[in-house]
C-alpha cells in the first residue's frame, strides 16, 4: 500500500459501482480514508469492507446527492465522522443515449438532476472543507476532481441531452479552478471515453442495440482506468494542477 496520501480524507460519489468504486479503491490504496457516497447503501458496505480488510479506512455513506439537504448532511456526516476533507471526487452520472424527437422527458429529467445537480449540490457543500484542508493540512493542498466524458467535448447524434450536461461539467470545473487556484484547491476535470460498466446498461432497450452494434470489437476502458488518472491528479506535488485529463479507448474515434 502506498502513502502519498497518508492522513488525507477522500469523499467519491457514485462509488457503489463501476469508476467511483475502483477511484475508491485506488485512494485507499494510496493511503485516503475514503467515504463511499451513494443511494446503494449494500454495496457501499461491501466496497468498505474490502478496503478494511486491506488495512484501509473506510466509511459508507448512503444518499441521494440530487437532494441538496441530503447531499449537504452527507458532507457534514463525512466531515464528522473522519476529520476533515481534502479530496472530492464527483463520479455520480447517468447517461441515456436516444434522439431528441420524441424522448421521454423523465431521461433528460434524471441526466440533469445527477449529473448536474448532484454535482453542484456535494461541491457547494464541500468547498469550504476543501479551502480549510488547503489552508492548513500538511499537503497545503486540497482536490475537486469532476468526473465528465468525452461527450463533454464532442457532441454526437443520440447523445443531445447527455452531452449538455457534461458540457456544463467542464465549463463549471473550469470556471471554478480560476476561482479558488490561488487558495490552493485545485479543480479537474477527467474526461472519459467508453468505459466497461453498468453505465452503458442505463438506455432503452430499443436503444441498447445501436448501442451495442457501435461497441462490437471495442476493447473498452475499464474502471481502473480511470480510477488510476484520478489518483495520479490528486497525488501531484502541490506546485502542480493537473487541470484536464482526456482517456479514450485506443480504439475509439470519437
Known amino acids: 500500500m502506498f502513502t502519498r496520501l497518508q492522513g488525507t480524507v477522500a469523499l467519491v460519489t457514485g462509488a457503489s459501482s463501476g469508476i467511483g468504486a475502483a477511484t475508491a479503491l485506488s485512494l485507499a490504496a494510496e493511503g485516503a480514508a475514503v467515504a463511499l457516497v451513494a443511494r446503494r447503501h449494500d454495496r457501499l458496505e461491501g466496497l468498505a469492507e474490502k478496503i478494511r480488510a486491506?488495512?484501509?479506512?473506510?466509511?459508507?455513506?448512503?444518499?441521494?446527492?440530487?437532494?441538496?439537504?441530503?447531499?449537504?448532511?452527507?458532507?457534514?456526516?463525512?466531515?464528522?465522522?473522519?476529520?476533515?476533507?481534502?479530496?472530492l471526487v464527483n463520479n455520480a452520472g447517468v447517461g441515456m443515449a436516444g434522439p431528441?424527437?420524441?424522448?421521454?422527458?423523465?431521461?433528460?429529467?434524471?441526466?440533469l438532476t445527477v449529473n448536474l445537480q448532484g454535482l453542484l449540490h456535494v461541491t457547494h457543500a464541500a468547498l469550504p472543507h476543501l479551502l480549510?484542508?488547503?489552508?492548513?493540512?500538511?499537503?497545503?493542498?486540497?482536490?475537486?476532481?469532476?468526473?465528465?466524458?468525452?461527450?463533454?467535448?464532442?457532441?454526437?447524434?443520440?447523445?443531445?441531452?447527455?452531452?449538455?450536461?457534461?458540457?456544463?461539467?467542464?465549463?463549471?470545473?473550469?470556471?471554478?479552478?480560476?476561482?479558488v487556484m490561488r487558495q490552493r484547491v485545485r479543480v479537474s476535470v477527467v474526461e472519459p471515453g467508453t468505459v466497461n460498466t453498468e453505465f452503458i446498461t442505463h438506455s432503452r432497450n430499443e436503444i441498447r442495440a445501436s448501442l451495442d452494434q457501435q461497441l462490437a470489437g471495442m476493447e473498452m476502458l475499464r474502471p481502473e482506468d480511470i480510477a488510476d488518472t484520478v489518483a495520479f491528479v490528486v497525488t501531484r506535488d502541490r506546485r502542480v494542477s493537473v487541470n484536464e485529463v482526456l482517456v479514450r479507448a485506443a480504439d475509439q474515434s470519437w
Open 132 to 179: 480549510r484542508a488547503a489552508e492548513g493540512s500538511a499537503r497545503g493542498v486540497a482536490d475537486l476532481v469532476n468526473i465528465s466524458s468525452t461527450a463533454g467535448r464532442v457532441a454526437r447524434p443520440g447523445t443531445a441531452v447527455y452531452s449538455m450536461t457534461k458540457f456544463g461539467v467542464n465549463g463549471f470545473t473550469e470556471a471554478l479552478r480560476q476561482e
Open 100 to 111: 431528441v424527437l420524441n424522448a421521454p422527458a423523465q431521461e433528460w429529467e434524471r441526466m
Open 54 to 87: 486491506e488495512g484501509g479506512t473506510a466509511l459508507a455513506v448512503a444518499a441521494d446527492i440530487t437532494q441538496q439537504d441530503r447531499a449537504a448532511a452527507a458532507v457534514e456526516h463525512v466531515v464528522a465522522e473522519l476529520g476533515g476533507l481534502d479530496i
